[in-house]
């Protein structure tokens, strides 16, 4: 017998239907217990927020705001970097 996810789990869905219930694909995640409802993608940390929790199939990807002096400049990065100074005269 093949061990299924049971449909009343969270990070669980159904293709509808009599389909069995089947976990959530990475990169997703869906956190009630209804098979019925679609799993949906994690949340994207744009520019200048950085990753503080990632996603699981139960749980939405987590972001928060860089401190002042620091940055990011591509979506999901994990830690923010500082500023570099530049010397008087070099842009």
């Known amino acids: 017998m093949i061990d299924s996810p049971r449909p009343d789990s969270a990070g669980n869905h159904c293709a509808g239907g009599t389909a069995p219930a089947e976990p959530c694909a990475i990169g997703t995640w869906d956190h009630d217990s209804s098979a019925a409802t679609a799993c949906v993608a994690w949340t994207d940390c744009p520019p200048g927020l950085a990753v503080v929790t990632d996603g699981t199939k139960t749980d ?16 999901n990065t ?7 100074d530049c010397a008087p005269g070099v842009s």
């Open 78 to 84: 994990a830690t923010c970097a500082t500023w570099t």
């Open 60 to 75: 939405d990807r987590m972001c928060a705001a860089c401190a002042n002096g620091t940055f990011t400049s591509a979506d």
